[in-house]
């Protein structure tokens, strides 16, 4: 594979969203909004990637967001408050486990970034308290572990039914939202996706693209939601021919999915 590139940038109308690599294999991301000049951070997983993306482009900071708990999500907050102190937004139901927060935020709750709505979503299933931010103004949905590109996040403190239960919520959102999961697994995701659905044709040519993208050293988050509905076998539990391959034409979606998130597991 050649030499990663730095980071990728998409324009949705006024905002331009950046995807950030970090440690080894996760992502944050910036979200800034052009006419304002105001900057939002999702997640923070070290902070020498995001100062220097922060500096090139002569950014502030004015919001920050977190997903969950996890270190690999968290742990580069303190080194960067230091040189971009902004207020950090976060679950009220993982208060406890997270950061310090200025803004707790509810399930269901809503605030303002540059005069754009973001809507939380309790996404609970990777772990409890969970949330995933969505901006529709951007058609942007931050969904770091819960729904990832071509997979979800693994079951570590949730049920097989909280997690369908939370991409079910993702799933309806439109199908032009960019779903900007938290890590680079795309890649291995594709290999089981094509274990349980080998004969879906968009499948296989997205497995093709993504072997392309890596080669190139190229990222393959975020992704479009329209991609992931028609992939990603974790949407997909009614798909007929996902519940032939798994020899369960009549149990029910969440039997399925459970079925498909336990492979997954030991594959």
Known sequence: MSESIHSETITIGDFDLVTVPCL????AFLLHHRPSGETALVDVPEAGPIMAELRERDWPLN??????????????LETLAEAYPA???????????????????????????????VDVWDVSGHTIGHIA??????????????????????LFEG????????????RGLPADTWI????EYTA????????VCPDNA???KRATEITRLRQEGRFTVPSLLSLESATNPFLRPEDAAIRATLDMADASDTAVFAEIRSRKDSF
């Open 180 to 183: 900007c999961s938290g890590h």
């Open 188 to 195: 291995s995701n594709a290999k089981f996706a094509l274990s």
């Open 24 to 27: 080894s294999d996760n992502y």
């Open 159 to 170: 049920t097989p039914d909280q997690m369908w239960t939370s991409l079910q919520k993702l």
């Open 202 to 204: 968009e499948l296989v």
């Open 63 to 76: 919001q920050i967001w977190l997903t969950h708990h996890h270190f690999d999500h968290v742990d580069g």
């Open 87 to 117: 207020p950090v937004y976060g679950a009220e139901a993982d208060a406890a486990r997270l950061p310090p927060l200025d803004h707790k935020i509810a399930d269901g709750g809503q605030f303002d970034f540059a005069g754009a709505t």
């Open 133 to 154: 931010f969505y901006v529709a103004d951007a058609k942007a949905a931050f969904t770091a572990d819960s729904l990832m590109a071509l997979g979800c996040g693994r």
